[in-house]
């Protein structure tokens, strides 16, 4: 089962800053578009930031936009989401997931729950607690 791999989650307080990583082993993540969701207590999981495959463009929920950054390190074979002056609100499990990009994708197309083209790969999720 292909895996993505999420870490850098923890505890932090109000204003304070975090950066998750994404990857994987097992395929290349720059063939992919890559998208950031989290899932807080009794809510449905949303997405939050999503990139597409050639770093060419990038989506934010309005949540967070201003405040977060996607990436990619290609090298590394990595992911990330810079997540600064972070907010109680914020709290929640943070997946990565990869989606195939198609004709007429677009990031924020990625970032929806139903966006599907025959596969997608997902983290097992990291948690984000922001409190004081």
């Known amino acids: 089962q292909v895996e993505l791999v999420e870490s850098g989650g923890g505890l932090v307080q109000p204003g304070g800053s975090l950066r998750l990583s994404c990857a994987t082993s097992e395929f290349t993540l720059a063939h992919y578009a890559i998208g950031w969701f989290r899932q807080a207590p009794g809510k449905e999981r949303e997405g939050v930031s999503c990139i597409s495959p050639s770093e060419g463009t990038s989506y934010y929920s309005d949540s967070v936009k201003g405040r977060f950054t996607i990436s990619r390190d290609n090298a590394k074979n990595t992911v990330y989401l810079q997540m600064n002056s972070l907010k109680p609100e914020d709290t929640g499990i943070y997946y990565c997931?990869?989606?195939?990009?198609?004709?007429?994708?677009?990031?924020?197309?990625?970032?929806?729950?139903?966006?599907?083209?025959?596969?997608?790969?997902w983290g097992k999720g990291i948690q984000v607690t922001v409190s004081s």
């Open positions: 997931a990869a989606r195939p990009w198609r004709p007429g994708s677009t990031v924020e197309g990625v970032c929806q729950i139903g966006y599907y083209y025959g596969v997608d790969y």
